[in-house]
């Protein structure tokens, strides 16, 4: 991201972006509003957004009932300042003038409701350190 960009762009990946990627879109979305432009797509996308995270999110009043997961591609990857993967950064080649995370988060397949919770609210702490880390510098905020 450069000096010159206004809104940062931001990929989450995760392998079905069916869950972990989908909530950590939503909750940036939901923190950032405007001021950044969130994707989130997979490798290999399930059919629909995992039903337990669907349940989870509305939980904390986020709709993810209406997303579908989506199809990672090269120029989402490309045209991202910021590339988060959950525990599989080997799937995606990030330029070195990007920047790039990985989180190590579980996967919410096959988890129970309480364990998709917690990944939710690890999720949530990650997504707000990151909002943070966005914010552009008083003195670039004033220009």
């Given at each position: 991201?450069?000096e010159?960009?206004s809104?940062?762009?931001?990929?989450?990946?995760c392998?079905?972006?069916a869950?972990?990627?989908q909530?950590?879109a939503a909750?940036?979305?939901e923190l950032?509003?405007?001021?950044?432009?969130?994707q989130?797509?997979g490798?290999?996308p399930g059919?629909r957004?995992?039903p337990?995270v669907?349940?989870?999110?509305?939980?904390?009043g986020i709709?993810l009932?209406r997303r579908?997961?989506r199809?990672l591609?090269?120029?989402?990857v490309q045209s991202?300042?910021?590339v988060v993967t959950?525990?599989?950064a080997?799937?995606?080649?990030v330029?070195?003038a990007?920047?790039h995370?990985?989180?190590?988060?579980?996967?919410?397949?096959?988890?129970?409701?309480?364990?998709?919770?917690?990944i939710?609210?690890?999720i949530r702490?990650r997504?707000?350190?990151?909002a943070?880390a966005?914010r552009?510098?008083?003195?670039?905020a004033e220009?």
């Open positions: 991201m450069s010159t960009d809104q940062p762009s931001v990929l989450f990946v392998a079905h972006n869950g972990r990627s909530i950590a909750f940036l979305e950032a509003g405007d001021a950044v432009s969130v989130s797509a490798p290999a059919e957004v995992n337990l669907v349940q989870v999110m509305a939980e904390v709709d009932s579908t997961p199809q591609t090269d120029d989402a991202s300042a910021v959950t525990s599989g080997d799937t995606v080649s330029a070195s990007q920047r995370e990985d989180w190590p988060v579980e996967d919410v397949a096959g988890k129970n409701l309480d364990a998709v919770r917690a939710r609210d690890d702490v997504v707000e350190q990151l943070l966005l552009p510098a008083p003195e670039q220009k």
